[in-house]
């Protein structure tokens, strides 16, 4: 079974911290994908991955940068964290061979005080 | 803009009945078709996922694909209480970029 892990289910930070968020996929996939989800805004995709070092924006990427240094994790960093970014994150992770399926980690639900 | 459709709902169909939940989608060189289910605080969870025009069966599942109309639908049969989640309808870009394009999502409640 495809396992993408996601560092932590929950995370309260404060206006102006720099956030990390980890997220690691243990079945070799090229691509991988960070969203954000919000009420009566579906999924949205901040940045996406298609090899180590690669990285392209998705739709809203304003206040997000990403890593990947590794093809297994991808990293996504809120330089300088706002009330207006708490939200639900997730990641998840495809194949090109296996035709653009993606599996999601279990979310990260970050607050922003 | 491609966009995916959806009914929000929610929908409410009794246990044991077949719940029919539908999507279009505007890309029409899209190839590749899926449906999540999310409870509530979760992360979706792939249910299935159809490439060709017609039906897909996998257990209480069916998925159906009508690309001449760009709709696909997916129906639940024997619906049960542990159904009730949002299910997002998802659809791959014509580009082939692996990205997927999410619709809205629609809650469906199966009442006992």
């Known amino acids: 079974d495809v396992k993408v892990t996601q560092s932590s289910r929950y995370l309260v930070k404060r206006t102006g911290e720099k956030v990390f968020l980890e997220c690691v996929q243990d079945?070799?996939?090229?691509?991988m994908f960070w969203y954000r989800q919000d009420p009566g805004l579906g999924l949205r995709l901040i940045y996406f991955?298609?090899?180590?070092?690669?990285?392209e924006k998705g739709d809203i990427p304003e206040g997000y940068s990403v890593s990947r240094e590794k093809k297994e994790r991808f990293s996504l960093i809120l330089e300088s964290a706002s009330t207006n970014q708490t939200s639900m994150y997730l990641c998840?992770?495809?194949?090109?061979?296996?035709?653009?399926?993606?599996?999601f980690g279990p979310g990260t639900r970050l607050t922003v005080l | 803009q491609k966009e995916v459709e959806q009914n929000s709902g929610p929908l409410s169909v009794p246990e044991g009945a077949i719940a029919s939940l539908n999507c279009t989608y505007s890309?029409?060189?899209?190839?590749?078709f899926f449906w999540y289910r999310q409870y509530s605080g979760k992360s979706p969870e792939l249910i299935m996922f159809i490439y060709s025009n017609g039906d897909k069966e996998d257990g209480r599942f069916t998925a159906q694909l009508n690309k001449a109309s760009q709709y696909v639908s997916l129906l639940i049969r024997d619906s049960q209480p542990s159904d009730s989640a949002t299910y997002l309808c998802?659809?791959?870009?014509?580009?082939?970029?692996?990205?997927?394009?999410f619709g809205q999502g629609t809650t469906l409640q199966v009442k006992p």
């Open positions: 890309d029409r060189g899209s190839q590749s």
């Open positions: 079945m070799d996939h090229e691509n």
């Open positions: 991955s298609y090899d180590v070092k690669m990285k």
């Open positions: 998802a659809v791959g870009q014509s580009s082939n970029t692996g990205k997927l394009i």
């Open positions: 998840a992770s495809s194949s090109p061979g296996g035709a653009d399926t993606q599996y």
